[in-house]
């Protein structure tokens, strides 16, 4: 008789453990069957080619088990190596790179291209369906110049979210395929904008009605100023860590559209440890509670463990 079975490496108790932890990842899959869940892939967490196959596997699997993932996806890292490797010379203005026009045919080469195919070609290959975009694909993102601050230069093309028209993702998501955008907008001049990926995250979360937002990074959440892990954050408490400086430069974005987010009728905004492999499952499917989460007004804290109830549907 044929064993069909595969010949399995587990011992019993391993094999326990995996049996416990699918059953700790039932009432998350039946709450989340068929929302949509954006997830933001920072450029400084995609570094290591074995986490991005990692990070692949997660969303194909998200979308097996009946998610609505969204991917938006940074890239700092590797348009900067890109922009060396060509001799071209940029200035940062608050953290912002100086983007004159050459500077965005690379960004635009890069984000919209490499980085955004490596992606969809990874959650293929992992069993996923997955489509590249960016902002200008079926009109999904309208930018606008980021106004100059104060005196300080001017950032060229660097936009921000003027609008969101989800038809293009909608689209997708009803066929099943996994959209994986690169953040790159239209200005009203007919010009390609690069927008921060974060903010084009948030605003697609609430445009969508996500469930959840997951920001992820390259550290272990947000931290406070003895670099201790801050698990819970409400309004109040992260104007309080702006305000004294504990929350700076990369983090600034992602806190403010999470917080955007939430304040829209996301559920929750996590930011994640996008440097930790299987950062994706462990956030949605075990009780761990991994990372920084983020909840309108005064709700922060450790996250409830869902209901064993099926969800009632706004
Ligand atoms: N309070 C804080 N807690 C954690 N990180 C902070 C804090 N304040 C500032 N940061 C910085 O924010 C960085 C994360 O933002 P950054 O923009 O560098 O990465 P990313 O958004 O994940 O990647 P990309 O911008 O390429 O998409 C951290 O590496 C850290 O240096
Ligand atoms: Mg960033």
Redesign the pocket.
Known sequence: MTEFRQQSSLDTEQAARVARVLGEALPYIRRFAGRTVVVKY????MTDPDLRSGFARDIALMKWVGFNPVVVH????QIGAVLERVGKQTDFVRGMRVTDEDTMDVVEMVLGGSINKDLVNRINQSGGRAVGLTGKDGGLISARKLAAVADEADLGYVGEVAEIDPAIVRTLEADDFIPIIAPIGVGPDGRSYNI???LVAGRLAAVLGAEKLMLL???PG??DADQNLLTGLDDAHVRQ?IEDG??????LP?IECALEAVAQGVAAAHIVDGRVENAVLLELFTDAGVGTLIRAGNQAGDPEPPSDQPPTLA
């Open positions: 920072g450029g400084h967490a940074g890239g700092g890292p921060n990926a974060d990074t390259n550290t947000v931290l860590l504990t929350i700076a430069g990369g983090m992602k």
